[in-house]
């Protein structure tokens, strides 16, 4: 599985938003619930907050509660590293930081009819304080089908770093980061 999300936005002159991550993991099936994470990977970045990159490689286990055509619901979850570089920071500081993380999350598809589907995301990671303490990632979409290959999304994305690091100025980013966004999928 690979997947991207990238927001890009503007208003009244002023960048609301500039980030990227791409996510990508590999799942080997023991049983038709249970599996095995050889690896995982994130790439993201956001100036706006801080973040010139954040870089996260793991592996870990999942196993799906539900398995049907119709809906998907599995945990997942394991030990990784990560490594960020913030874009600025206060005098004394590191821009460079890294952490042994725990990765956790959960993946919830449903089809509520035959063209649209319900798709819920939510992963957590736990890290040292340095590295933001602990992290969320949550994607709430509505996925419509144009084609047998292309949706589009409508998406409600909230992130949060608990720790968030301060810039060279002391502004500290907010904690919290939501937004409402619009989109191509391409299923292959």
């Known amino acids: 599985m690979i997947d991207y999300l990238g927001n890009i936005s503007e208003a009244k002159g002023y960048k609301t938003a500039d980030s990227s991550r791409i996510q990508g993991q590999y799942d080997i099936f023991q049983t038709k619930k249970y599996y095995y994470r050889p690896i995982s990977g994130e790439y993201y970045s ?3 907050k801080n973040i010139k990159y954040k870089a996260t490689v793991g592996c870990g286990m999942g196993y799906y509660f539900i398995n049907t055509p119709k809906t998907e619901w599995e945990i997942a979850g394991g030990p990784g590293y990560q490594a960020t570089r913030s874009d ?3 005098a004394g500081q590191d821009t460079n930081e890294s952490s042994v993380v725990f990765i956790a999350g959960t993946d919830f598809d449903t089809e509520l009819t035959d063209d649209i589907d319900f ?3 939510y992963n957590l990671q736990f890290l040292n304080e340095v590295s933001g303490t602990y992290t969320h990632h949550t ?3 509505f996925k419509i089908e144009l084609t047998e290959t292309i949706d589009f999304d409508i998406s409600f994305v909230w992130d949060r770093v608990q720790t ?3 810039d ?3 502004n500290v980013p907010d904690k919290n980061d939501f937004n409402l966004t619009f989109g191509v999928g391409i299923e292959f």
Do not use: M, N, R
Request: avoid cysteine.
């Open 164 to 166: 968030p690091k301060p």
């Open 168 to 170: 060279d100025s002391g």
């Open 46 to 48: 956001d100036p706006l």
């Open 139 to 141: 994607v709430t979409s």
């Open 88 to 90: 600025s920071v206060e």
């Open 119 to 121: 798709v819920f995301k």
